[in-house]
């Protein structure tokens, strides 16, 4: 929330709303900064699936990015089925967490360490190594 909130008082939200009749049925939401675009969430409503708002919002979203002379719009690490009509490549896409010292945070990150860890054993013997997929961020230059 700190994030989101300083992101609003710096001007660097980047809000994408599309209505229909007065009805919002879609919106897409994320952060501008240098040049960068980094959505962060993209949602319409499902009665309106039809009409295909998401598309109709996305390509407003591209364009504004060109208008505006952004150097990259990342559409994020999720759902490249739909995204694939719009990205030029994927990069790899990386979290860093950082925890304080005291012990109660330490414990987390152990346990968040010890939950990755058993996923990935799982998903090792439920799986071939071939099939797992590595998350990537999907990129469009502009």
Not at 31 to 39: K, N, Q
Not at 49 to 55: F, Q
Not at 96 to 101: A, C, M, Q, R, V
Request: aromatic share 10%; charged share 25%.
């Amino acid at each position: 929330r700190d994030i989101h909130v300083a992101a609003v008082e710096a001007g660097a939200l980047d809000m994408n709303l599309l209505y229909l009749n007065g009805d919002l049925v879609a919106f897409m939401y994320g952060y501008h900064y240098r040049g960068h675009v980094d959505m962060m969430r993209i949602g319409f409503e499902p009665e309106h699936a039809k009409v295909a708002p998401g598309n109709a919002l996305w390509t407003r979203a591209i364009r504004d990015s060109f208008e505006r002379g952004d150097h990259v719009l990342d559409l994020g690490p999720t759902c490249l089925d739909y995204k694939k009509f719009w990205i030029t490549h994927t990069a790899a896409n990386y979290t860093l967490t950082e925890y304080p010292i005291s012990a109660r945070s330490q414990a987390l990150r152990l346990a968040r360490w010890l939950r990755k860890r058993w996923k990935k054993s799982n998903d090792l013997t439920n799986h071939d190594s071939k099939q797992r997929v590595k998350q990537v961020g999907q990129m469009v230059d502009v």
